[in-house]
């Protein structure tokens, strides 16, 4: 008596089985599964970012020209990169990737694939770095440089492997850490007269910031001097310097004359903080406006210059100073 009588039943062969076995073979060697790495082959490397997250994937090129991925990665952006602009996300993505990468990547030749258009410009020249603007580029910038790669561009119809990955981001573990270029930009913000609330409230109603705002947020092509723009926590950023807006220029001049400084002076402090258009002849204006510094323009105070004596042994005089809030620490040195 046969208890498994289901066991020798004879096999059959139809037409729906070969479709399937056929089938299978074909998902087996499309470009859906993974593939190992192989140093002999071409690599590349697409990267997307979208308004939640980023993503990208590593890739071998076969010789008949087919793409197969090697390895998938995503991430959601923090609080502080979704206010990002759109090239500074996309720039953050290629980062992250290269960095996620790096075992793959360091030390042989790849291909870096990016639907964004004017990274190309930025990041892939081959005459040396560009000199931007843009702090937070600039750094991207110089950490890519410890790269060989080739950089191309490919339209956003036929990028959907990174783009999808990037809409739909595996939650990040990590702690929320502003990198340092945000930093170095918030206390920009913050020695001004001014709150970073107030100028984001003002920049997106500013006639001039306004349409820029919500160009570098919408990712478009921006050519020349506006290309050196970029976002920081609703802020526009030229550079090193916070944009301000018509509203707290006055302010901004006054504090910028404080003490009384001459054009110059004022110039050179401005030229590390605040910038926006035609800000030398304002300048020029309000020093030449101060009715104290016209009324005692042709009588300087004469005051004899005093030098530190020289110490006649170690220890005799010491000087302190300190830097910071740095990371909630003031240092002494």
């Given at each position: 008596m046969l208890?498994?009588?289901?066991?020798f039943?004879?096999?059959l062969?139809?037409?729906d089985?070969?479709?399937?076995?056929?089938?299978i073979k074909?998902e087996i060697?499309?470009p859906?599964?993974?593939?190992?790495?192989d140093?002999?082959?071409?690599?590349?490397?697409?990267?997307?970012?979208?308004?939640?997250?980023?993503?990208?994937?590593?890739?071998?090129?076969?010789?008949?020209?087919?793409?197969?991925?090697?390895?998938?990665?995503?991430?959601t952006?923090?609080?502080?990169?979704?206010k990002?602009s759109?090239?500074d996300?996309e720039?953050?993505s290629?980062?992250?990737?290269?960095?996620?990468?790096?075992?793959?990547?360091?030390g042989?030749?790849?291909?870096l694939?990016?639907?964004h258009?004017?990274?190309?410009?930025?990041?892939?020249?081959?005459?040396g770095?560009?000199v931007?603007?843009?702090?937070r580029l600039?750094?991207?910038a110089l950490?890519?440089?410890?790269?060989?790669?080739d950089?191309?561009?490919?339209?956003?119809?036929?990028?959907?492997?990174?783009?999808?990955?990037?809409?739909?981001?595996?939650?990040?573990e990590e702690?929320?850490?502003?990198?340092?270029i945000?930093?170095?930009?918030?206390?920009?913000?913050?020695?001004?007269?001014?709150t970073?609330?107030?100028?984001?409230q003002?920049?997106s109603?500013?006639?001039?910031?306004?349409?820029?705002?919500?160009a570098?947020?919408?990712?478009?092509?921006?050519?020349?001097?506006?290309?050196?723009?970029?976002?920081e926590?609703?802020c526009?950023?030229?550079?090193q310097?916070?944009?301000?807006p018509?509203?707290?220029?006055?302010?901004?001049l006054?504090?910028?004359h404080?003490?009384?400084?001459?054009?110059?002076?004022?110039?050179?402090?401005a030229r590390?903080?605040?910038?926006?258009?035609?800000?030398?002849?304002?300048?020029?204006?309000a020093?030449k406006?101060?009715?104290?510094?016209?009324?005692?323009?042709?009588?300087?105070?004469?005051?004899k210059?005093?030098?530190?004596?020289y110490?006649?042994?170690?220890?005799?005089?010491i000087?302190?100073?300190?830097?910071g809030?740095?990371?909630?620490h003031?240092?002494?040195f």
């Open positions: 208890l498994y009588p289901e066991m039943m004879k096999f062969r139809s037409k089985c070969q479709v399937a076995f056929e089938q074909k060697c499309s859906k599964i993974l593939v190992h790495y140093p002999s082959l071409p690599l590349t490397l697409a990267s997307d970012a979208s308004p939640v997250g980023i993503g990208c994937v590593l890739s071998h090129v076969y010789p008949d020209g087919s793409e197969r991925p090697i390895a998938f990665a995503s991430r952006l923090s609080g502080s990169e979704k990002y759109q090239i996300k720039a953050l290629i980062v992250w990737a290269v960095r996620k990468f790096y075992l793959y990547l360091k042989r030749r790849f291909t694939i990016t639907d258009k004017p990274l190309i410009a930025i990041f892939g020249s081959k005459r770095l560009p931007l603007a843009a702090t600039l750094h991207y950490i890519l440089q410890s790269f060989e790669f950089m191309i561009f490919r339209k956003t119809i036929d990028h959907g492997n990174a783009d999808f990955l990037s809409r739909l981001p595996k939650t990040s702690l929320e850490v502003k990198d340092d945000t930093i170095f930009q918030m206390s920009q913000i913050e020695a001004l007269p001014v970073s609330k107030e100028l984001r003002e920049t109603k500013d006639i001039e910031l306004g349409p820029l705002l919500r570098l947020r919408d990712g478009k092509d921006l050519q020349g001097r506006e290309a050196q723009y970029t976002i926590d609703g526009i950023m030229y550079g310097r916070v944009c301000i018509r509203k707290f220029r006055k302010n901004v006054e504090e910028l404080a003490g009384h400084l001459g054009i110059v002076k004022m110039k050179a402090i590390s903080f605040v910038y926006w258009k035609n800000i030398d002849n304002d300048i020029e204006e020093a406006n101060c009715v104290d510094c016209a009324r005692y323009k042709a009588d300087p105070p004469k005051s210059v005093h030098y530190w004596e110490p006649s042994k170690p220890w005799e005089r000087h302190v100073d300190f830097a809030p740095i990371f909630e003031t240092f002494f």
